[in-house]
């Protein structure tokens, strides 16, 4: 009973980290109509920005339970790399054709790629002092972090703040109003640049800090981003893209499959993955709630 | 892909006449320049081959692919099992059973990815390229893992050449240098005749408009699927010439960066023209021998000069070739 | 039997009543022009007819047989074609290519892979004819991105009408083009259609054009038919002329 509750615990901490990822590139995607390739990317940056931080932070004394302040920080440091690529890399292919968008975000995805690699090596960086640093929490008779309780709160509050972001604020007003038509909105006298630039900041965000809280559970490794992309992608096609209700149930489905998928079938976890993706393609091409 | 064009030559005798002599200097080739350079002209053909294939897809049927890496690979790690569970040698059955195997893998993919708009089509290619990459990982029992598998020299002609005893070695490499260059001209003609033919006239025009196509009766998703399958055996049989050259295959050409060098040599030659990316294909591979040599973040540049090819010269090589081209004729026409 | 018969097509957009009830009736060799304000209903009409959308009841017969649920494919088989109110062409491909192409599709050929396309005499020959007909000829080998609007225009209906239909729509044929254009136009347009006795129905704006050249003005005004009838008949119609605003006073 107690190893049933574990696993849904587990299953609960992976959706977090994926509906991060997804909602991300949902967002983006539902905004601006692009599909960034390097979104993953910004997930590994998140990941590895967190667990250099982590490590400075120790060397500087700093005590444990603040450590915490890292994920944010993280986070943030992903949002302002979305910053600086939307104007410069993205704007000047939106009047053009889709393959452009496409091309450049999978050349920044090089780019990204490798520079982790320049900056951080090649060798996996770990920030398990996070984790270590929480108390524990006893289920049955078994141990369980509490460090991923704690992520599963985060990924509940991050669907409740989005939500509120885009349906109950005026920002959100000018995020759908902008994402329904955007050269009405323009001639609205909206500051559509503005509203691209914050709704790619946030999606960046949300990605980061995906990264960040799952590295004290998993080391960043090289590569983990194109895995994340692929994962998020899996999600979207079976929630929809476009819609944060598609990112959440998609998150929630892909990681109880893949937890079912470890337990039983631990070799092809990866393709049963694909394998749903491909079949709910077929199925039904939009996902679940899309508004592709 | 919206808009404009292939680039149409000015008469149709241009491109045969520059072929032929193209034909000729490659033919020369190995007669001046040493075997090193001969070897780097081989895998600029192989790669060359690589490009045609993918280009079908992308300048002709407006399709984005991001992994086929997994069809070059399939098309080497075929032949490692030919050598290693049936003994076979002979270059001809390595191409005869390999080709198939790409076509099936292809018809495959391509009927779950063509379902789909570019955005879904170009992940999905991604997501399948890396479901065979994990495999490769996975099962290192049979694929030998990151040590990847060997593949000594093949015999050519039916067995009638091979390469074994003393001076094998640059034997090797001037004959294998001729037999590609006679693949690659069949390839090439092949594909000619393919995007020419009442079949890529019509993959043009469901790259223009699909709706428009559809409207003329015809059925969008099979001809998609069917450029997606001709497109991976082209690129399988690249990777089929690959390996023997390589003497090794690795996970490493399933690896998505590797589809990302395939989609930036064809940019760099130019997919809006037929002869774009072989241009590209050659021109790439001594672009990176050269650069790998001298940096060991040849991702990063690769990613920064992709980037600034798509900002600054999006048709590539020969587009901006021509676009040169015609903007001296017409200073001429207007001087005279 | 009528060409094309439709029987209490119905077709909803949300609160909007797109199409009510319709009964449309084409017979053989018309030229038809079906007219109405923006918003009236011909667009999504046509869109019922060439499969571009599927109603939500009602019937659909051709030549007395049911296509209503018929695919596109068929339906161009069966001998419906239409051209598009935004030119819809191959811009990539040359003016002649676009033609051929057509050619091909109809004849099923687009299969072939292993021959090369220029090499087919008899296409080519149509081709060079069809061009002829509609005025073409000089600018086949230009890509069709490259043309003019009017010749654009011009193109778009030629494909069309490539795939020699029974019954071919025109969605605003001279729609964006100079006033000196559009005569141009329709002059080349319904003479290659009548000539090749084709049964046009041709959705205008221009009530210049539509009085000129129809056999039959129909029409619509809020998913319904307001007027059916020969152009004097319509013209001394008090009802029609005051919905159409703006339109030349009866001569």
Same mark, same amino acid.
């Given at each position: 009973?107690?190893?049933?509750?574990?696993?849904?615990?587990?299953?609960?901490?992976?959706?977090?980290?994926?509906?991060?990822?997804?909602?991300?590139?949902?967002?983006?995607?539902?905004?601006?109509?692009?599909?960034?390739?390097?979104?993953?990317?910004?997930?590994?940056?998140?990941?590895?920005?967190?667990?250099?931080?982590?490590?400075?932070?120790?060397?500087?004394?700093?005590?444990?339970?603040?450590?915490?302040?890292?994920?944010?920080?993280?986070?943030?440091?992903?949002?302002?790399?979305?910053?600086?690529?939307?104007?410069?890399?993205?704007?000047?292919?939106?009047?053009?054709?889709?393959?452009?968008?496409?091309?450049?975000?999978?050349?920044?995805?090089?780019?990204?790629?490798?520079?982790?690699?320049?900056?951080?090596?090649?060798?996996?960086?770990?920030?398990?002092?996070?984790?270590?640093?929480?108390?524990?929490?006893?289920?049955?008779?078994?141990?369980?972090?509490?460090?991923?309780?704690?992520?599963?709160?985060?990924?509940?509050?991050?669907?409740?703040?989005?939500?509120?972001?885009?349906?109950?604020?005026?920002?959100?007003?000018?995020?759908?109003?902008?994402?329904?038509?955007?050269?009405?909105?323009?001639?609205?006298?909206?500051?559509?640049?503005?509203?691209?630039?914050?709704?790619?900041?946030?999606?960046?965000?949300?990605?980061?800090?995906?990264?960040?809280?799952?590295?004290?559970?998993?080391?960043?490794?090289?590569?983990?981003?194109?895995?994340?992309?692929?994962?998020?992608?899996?999600?979207?096609?079976?929630?929809?893209?476009?819609?944060?209700?598609?990112?959440?149930?998609?998150?929630?489905?892909?990681?109880?499959?893949?937890?079912?998928?470890?337990?039983?079938?631990?070799?092809?976890?990866?393709?049963?993955?694909?394998?749903?993706?491909?079949?709910?393609?077929?199925?039904?091409?939009?996902?679940?709630?899309?508004?592709? | 892909?919206?808009?404009?064009?292939?680039?149409?030559?000015?008469?149709?005798?241009?491109?045969?006449?520059?072929?032929?002599?193209?034909?000729?200097?490659?033919?020369?080739?190995?007669?001046?320049?040493?075997?090193?350079? $001969?070897?780097?002209?081989?895998? %600029?053909?192989?790669?060359?081959?690589?490009?045609?294939?993918?280009?079908?897809?992308? %300048?002709? $049927? %407006?399709?984005?692919?991001?992994?086929?890496?997994?069809?070059?690979?399939?098309?080497?790690? $075929?032949?490692?099992?030919?050598?290693?569970?049936?003994?076979?040698?002979?270059?001809?059955?390595?191409?005869?059973?390999?080709?198939?195997?790409?076509?099936?893998?292809?018809?495959?993919?391509?009927?779950?990815?063509?379902?789909?708009?570019?955005?879904?089509? %170009?992940?999905?290619?991604?997501?399948?390229?890396?479901?065979?990459?994990?495999?490769?990982?996975?099962?290192?029992?049979?694929?030998?893992?990151?040590?990847?598998?060997?593949?000594?020299?093949? $015999?050519?002609?039916?067995?009638?050449?091979?390469?074994?005893?003393?001076?094998?070695?640059?034997?090797?490499?001037?004959?294998?240098?001729?037999?590609?260059?006679?693949?690659?001209?069949?390839?090439t003609a092949i594909m000619w005749v393919i995007v020419h033919s009442p079949f890529g006239k019509a993959l043009q025009a469901i790259r223009d408009n699909e709706t428009r196509a559809r409207f003329l009766g015809l059925r969008v998703r099979r001809f998609r699927w069917a450029a997606f399958l001709l497109s991976g055996t082209f690129t399988g049989l690249a990777g089929i010439l690959w390996v023997p050259l390589n003497g090794l295959t690795t996970p490493d050409v399933l690896y998505w960066p590797f589809s990302g060098e395939i989609v930036f040599m064809t940019l760099l030659?130019?997919?809006?023209?037929?002869?774009?990316?072989?241009?590209?294909?050659?021109?790439?591979?001594?672009?990176?021998?050269?650069?790998?040599?001298?940096?060991?973040?040849?991702?990063?540049?690769?990613?920064?000069?992709?980037?600034?090819?798509?900002?600054?010269?999006?048709?590539?090589?020969?587009?901006?070739?021509?676009?040169?081209?015609?903007?001296?004729?017409?200073?001429?026409?207007?001087?005279? | 039997?009528?060409?094309?018969?439709?029987?209490?097509?119905?077709?909803?957009?949300?609160?909007?009543?797109?199409?009510?009830?319709?009964?449309?009736?084409?017979?053989?060799?018309?030229?038809?022009?079906?007219?109405?304000?923006?918003?009236?209903?011909?667009?999504?009409?046509?869109?019922?007819?060439?499969?571009?959308?599927?109603?939500?009841?009602?019937?659909?017969?051709?030549?007395?047989?049911?296509?209503?649920?018929?695919?596109?494919?068929?339906?161009?088989?069966?001998?419906?074609?239409?051209?598009?109110?935004?030119?819809?062409?191959?811009?990539?491909?040359?003016?002649?290519?676009?033609?051929?192409?057509?050619?091909?599709?109809?004849?099923?050929?687009?299969?072939?892979?292993?021959?090369?396309?220029?090499?087919?005499?008899?296409?080519?020959?149509?081709?060079?004819?069809?061009?002829?007909?509609?005025?073409?000829?000089?600018?086949?080998?230009?890509?069709?991105?490259?043309?003019?609007?009017?010749?654009?225009?011009?193109?778009?209906?030629?494909?069309?009408?490539?795939?020699?239909?029974?019954?071919?729509?025109?969605?605003?044929?001279?729609?964006?083009?100079?006033?000196?254009?559009?005569?141009?136009?329709?002059?080349?347009?319904?003479?290659?259609?009548?000539?090749?006795?084709?049964?046009?129905?041709?959705?205008?704006?221009?009530?210049?054009?539509?009085?000129?050249?129809?056999?039959?003005?129909?029409?619509?005004?809020?998913?319904?038919?307001?007027?059916?009838?020969?152009?004097?008949?319509?013209?001394?119609?008090?009802?029609?002329?005051?919905?159409?605003?703006?339109?030349?006073?009866?001569?």
């Open positions: 009973m107690s190893i049933l509750a574990i696993q849904l615990l587990n299953s609960l901490f992976y959706a977090s980290v994926l509906f991060l990822i997804a909602a991300g590139l949902s967002l983006i995607f539902g905004v601006m109509r692009i599909v960034n390739l390097a979104h993953g990317s910004l997930f590994a940056i998140g990941a590895y920005t967190g667990a250099w931080l982590v490590g400075q932070a120790i060397g500087f004394g700093v005590p444990a339970a603040w450590l915490l302040l890292v994920i944010p920080i993280a986070a943030l440091a992903a949002a302002l790399i979305g910053i600086v690529i939307e104007p410069l890399l993205l704007r000047p292919f939106y009047r053009r054709a889709e393959e452009y968008q496409l091309l450049v975000t999978f050349g920044l995805l090089l780019i990204l790629e490798d520079l982790m690699r320049l900056v951080w090596g090649g060798l996996p960086l770990t920030a398990d002092t996070v984790m270590d640093a929480m108390p524990v929490v006893h289920i049955g008779g078994l141990v369980y972090p509490g460090y991923n309780l704690l992520v599963i709160v985060i990924g509940i509050a991050a669907a409740v703040v989005l939500w509120l972001l885009i349906y109950e604020t005026k920002f959100g007003v000018l995020l759908r109003a902008t994402s329904q038509d955007r050269r009405m909105a323009s001639a609205l006298g909206l500051n559509v640049g503005l509203v691209y630039v914050a709704a790619f900041a946030i999606g960046c965000f949300m990605a980061g800090l995906g990264g960040a809280i799952v590295v004290p559970s998993h080391a960043a490794v090289l590569g983990m981003g194109v895995e994340a992309l692929i994962l998020a992608f899996v999600v979207v096609v079976v929630g929809g893209l476009g819609s944060l209700k598609g990112a959440l149930v998609g998150a929630l489905i892909v990681s109880f499959v893949r937890t079912a998928g470890i337990q039983f079938f631990p070799e092809v976890e990866l393709a049963v993955l694909y394998l749903i993706a491909a079949l709910v393609l077929i199925a039904r091409p939009t996902g679940l709630f899309g508004t592709a | 892909m919206k808009a404009a064009a292939i680039a149409l030559p000015r008469s149709p005798a241009r491109p045969y006449a520059a072929s032929v002599i193209g034909l000729a200097v490659l033919a020369a080739v190995p007669g001046f320049v040493g075997l090193y350079q $001969t070897q780097l002209l081989t895998y %600029g053909l192989i790669m060359a081959i690589a490009a045609l294939g993918f280009n079908l897809l992308l %300048g002709y $049927t %407006g399709l984005l692919s991001f992994g086929h890496s997994a069809y070059f690979g399939l098309g080497a790690y $075929t032949v490692a099992f030919l050598l290693q569970w049936l003994g076979l040698h002979s270059m001809e059955l390595y191409i005869l059973l390999g080709l198939p195997v790409a076509a099936i893998v292809s018809a495959l993919f391509g009927y779950i990815c063509v379902r789909h708009t570019r955005i879904f089509f %170009g992940i999905l290619t991604l997501a399948l390229s890396q479901v065979l990459y994990s495999l490769a990982l996975k099962f290192f029992w049979v694929t030998g893992g990151t040590d990847g598998l060997r593949v000594p020299r093949p $015999t050519l002609l039916a067995g009638l050449i091979d390469f074994a005893g003393s001076g094998g070695f640059p034997r090797f490499i001037r004959s294998y240098y001729y037999y590609v260059l006679g693949v690659f001209v069949l390839s030659g130019g997919f809006r023209s037929f002869f774009g990316p072989i241009v590209g294909g050659i021109a790439f591979t001594f672009i990176k021998t050269y650069a790998v040599a001298s940096t060991e973040y040849w991702q990063l540049l690769l990613g920064t000069v992709l980037v600034g090819l798509v900002l600054l010269l999006p048709t590539g090589i020969v587009g901006g070739l021509s676009q040169i081209a015609k903007r001296l004729r017409e200073t001429k026409e207007s001087a005279t | 039997m009528s060409l094309l018969r439709t029987v209490e097509l119905r077709k909803r957009f949300g609160a909007l009543n797109a199409c009510d009830g319709v009964n449309f009736t084409v017979e053989k060799g018309e030229f038809l022009s079906l007219v109405g304000s923006n918003g009236a209903g011909k667009t999504t009409l046509v869109n019922l007819i060439t499969a571009h959308l599927l109603p939500d009841s009602g019937q659909i017969l051709f030549e007395d047989r049911d296509i209503t649920t018929m695919t596109v494919a068929a339906r161009i088989k069966a001998g419906i074609a239409r051209s598009f109110q935004l030119v819809n062409l191959f811009d990539g491909l040359s003016v002649f290519d676009n033609v051929a192409l057509a050619i091909f599709a109809r004849d099923g050929k687009t299969a072939k892979i292993a021959a090369l396309a220029a090499s087919d005499t008899e296409v080519r020959r149509e081709t060079r004819e069809v061009l002829a007909e509609f005025g073409l000829a000089a600018k086949s080998e230009l890509l069709a991105g490259e043309l003019a609007q009017g010749e654009r225009k011009l193109l778009d209906v030629a494909v069309a009408y490539t795939l020699r239909p029974k019954l071919l729509f025109l969605d605003e044929p001279t729609s964006g083009v100079s006033s000196a254009e559009k005569t141009q136009i329709m002059d080349t347009v319904s003479s290659v259609v009548r000539s090749g006795a084709v049964t046009a129905v041709v959705i205008e704006h221009d009530m210049d054009v539509v009085f000129r050249y129809s056999d039959r003005i129909v029409m619509m005004h809020e998913g319904a038919f307001l007027a059916d009838g020969p152009p004097d008949a319509i013209r001394a119609n008090e009802a029609v002329a005051s919905i159409l605003l703006g339109v030349s006073s009866p001569a």
